[in-house]
């Protein structure tokens, strides 16, 4: 699935996949986007070198962004769940309010956050907040709004396929989330050679310790060595691999 800086998402990728959707009306990028894009672009333009997920380019995934404004300074978390664009058709409005209700509680502890908002153009922040969720209208205007719209992903984060980079929509979030805190000369993503396939591998001791074996933690459903990480499990057992091996070479290589 593509992401296109308008907002739009097509459907088409190289990893082989199929679904059946229904079709429907061309997707047209809701002022409430554009105004929320707009003021994450300015708290970004703030943030210069510690920017969340890294520098720009970004693409703004809906992924529950909850931007908080304290002691002069921004910073992101994220609600419990983000609603993508097109799920909202399928969202039951009562469990979007209570995403509402606890972004609301968040900012009651921030009180400084909506004003700052207001300040930087965005005049809507306190409407949203305040306004309970009960339709489809009023569930369409919080995905889009800052307060789920705006997670700031460079493309390899978001929606890159490997080799490229481990987007978070095509591979599991507590993998591609392992990008954004291991040591930068760790590869958490190696090649097995034998099928020509990207797997995530994560060393098995501290840094330091001279152990240079590696666990393997993602491999595609039905590749081999998922079918071999599922058996492991069945034992209570990790799939580790010995520091010779190929897959611990490349984790460390640059170690």
Not at 90 to 101: E, F, G, M, N, S
Not at 121 to 148: C, E, H, M
Not at 176 to 182: A, N, S
Request: proline residues 8%; negative net charge; charged residues 25%.
């Amino acid at each position: 699935m593509a992401h296109h800086d308008d907002g739009t998402h097509t459907r088409g990728e190289s990893l082989p996949w199929k679904i059946n959707v229904r079709d429907h009306a061309g997707r047209t990028q809701s002022s409430t986007f554009r105004n929320a894009k707009s003021l994450a672009k300015e708290i970004l333009a703030t943030l210069e070198g510690q920017e969340p997920f890294g520098p720009r380019p970004w693409q703004m995934h809906h992924g529950g962004s909850l931007w908080v404004f304290s002691q002069g300074e921004w910073r992101l978390f994220l609600n419990t769940v983000g609603i993508e664009w097109s799920a909202q058709f399928c969202a039951d409005p009562a469990k979007v309010d209570q995403l509402r209700l606890n972004a609301r509680a968040l900012y009651e502890a921030f009180p400084e956050s909506v004003p700052q908002m207001k300040r930087m153009g965005y005049t809507t922040a306190r409407k949203q907040l305040d306004t309970p969720i009960t339709d489809a209208a009023t569930v369409g205007v919080w995905v889009d709004s800052i307060f789920n719209s705006c997670v700031p992903l460079p493309p390899e984060f978001h929606t890159a396929v490997l080799p490229k980079g481990g987007g978070r929509h095509h591979y599991p979030g507590p993998i591609t989330d392992i990008d954004h805190v291991k040591f930068d000369d760790f590869e958490l993503w190696v090649t097995d050679r034998e099928t020509d396939t990207r797997v995530a591998v994560l060393p098995v001791s501290p840094r330091g310790s001279g152990d240079g074996r590696v666990t393997l933690t993602y491999a595609p459903v039905g590749h081999p060595l998922a079918e071999k990480k599922l058996a492991a499990a069945e034992d209570d057992q990790r799939l580790v691999f010995p520091p010779d091996s190929d897959l611990a070479r490349q984790a460390f290589y640059h170690q």
